[in-house]
């Protein structure tokens, strides 16, 4: 009895599964086809696929390629402060001549093109001149700038006025290199001269210090010499001898005379 019921139960559990199966293999055609009939007629879901997938496509302007970056001219392009950061970056990694020769292409008509040219120019090593007339340009198209960019343009133009700061500083300073060493030079002529009045008065120096001492050298022997006009004076004159006779003799007194 009870292997009865427990093949009765199975069996309609079997059944049932069974059932089931069949209703949803039956049900899966019709489903798809309702899913696909509500998707193309429901407007709504078409302006939502159309937001989520745009028709337009963006350009990244970090990896824009530099060939052909100069060439684009489109307001979206012009607005966008990562493409002239692009422009920037491009224009540092160009050599001076293909800078200038890139710059030569571009007409300054307008304040993108002057831009253009300005940071091309701008990373070819231009002088203290040439980097001015730069920030005089740019600074004529300012008021033409859009509002999105002016931002990046203060700080392109901040950097020149730094480059142009730094160049009269070293400018400044080499003129000073240059009259500290003529000053350096005119006190080590100024010292030869010295050195060279200093030897000769020195050479004088000895030359008197060896005729005083070659005078007080003859001083000493004639001081060590006798004295002729002492011997002279002391021996008797042979010649001029005085006779008996010459000499005077005086009178003999008187007796009576008192």
């Not at 939502?48 to 060439?71: G, M, N």
Request: proline fraction near 5%; charged fraction near 25%; glycine fraction near 2%.
């Amino acid at each position: 009895m009870n292997a009865l019921t427990f093949m009765s139960k199975f069996v309609s559990r079997l059944v049932r599964a069974v059932a089931r199966r069949r209703v949803l293999l039956l049900s899966a055609p019709l489903a798809l086809a309702g899913c696909v009939q509500h998707s193309a007629d429901n407007r709504y879901y078409q302006q939502v696929s159309d937001q989520i997938v745009p028709d337009s496509k963006v350009i990244d302007f970090r990896i824009a390629p530099c060939e052909t970056l100069w060439a684009l001219d489109d307001s979206e392009a012009m607005t966008n402060s990562l493409y002239w950061l692009r422009a920037m970056d491009c224009a540092d990694r160009m050599s001076d001549a293909q800078a200038r020769f890139q710059a030569q292409q571009i007409s300054a008509t307008n304040w993108q093109q002057a831009f253009k040219q300005s940071i091309l120019l701008s990373g070819a090593e231009p002088d203290q001149q040439q980097r001015r007339a730069l920030l005089a340009k740019v600074s004529e198209f300012r008021g033409q700038m859009p509002g999105s960019i002016r931002p990046l343009v203060q700080l392109w133009r901040e950097r020149q006025n730094l480059q142009v700061v730094l160049g009269d500083e070293k400018a400044r300073n080499a003129r000073q290199q240059t009259v500290n060493e003529d000053k350096l030079q005119l006190m080590t002529a100024e010292q030869l001269v010295l050195e060279n009045n200093l030897a000769d008065t020195r050479r004088k120096l000895e030359n008197l210090t060896d005729i005083e001492r070659q005078l007080s050298s003859r001083k000493q022997i004639q001081g060590d010499l006798p004295d002729n006009d002492a011997t002279s004076s002391s021996k008797p004159a042979t010649g001029s001898t005085v006779k008996p006779a010459e000499t005077y003799v005086p009178p003999p007194k008187e007796s009576n005379a008192k």
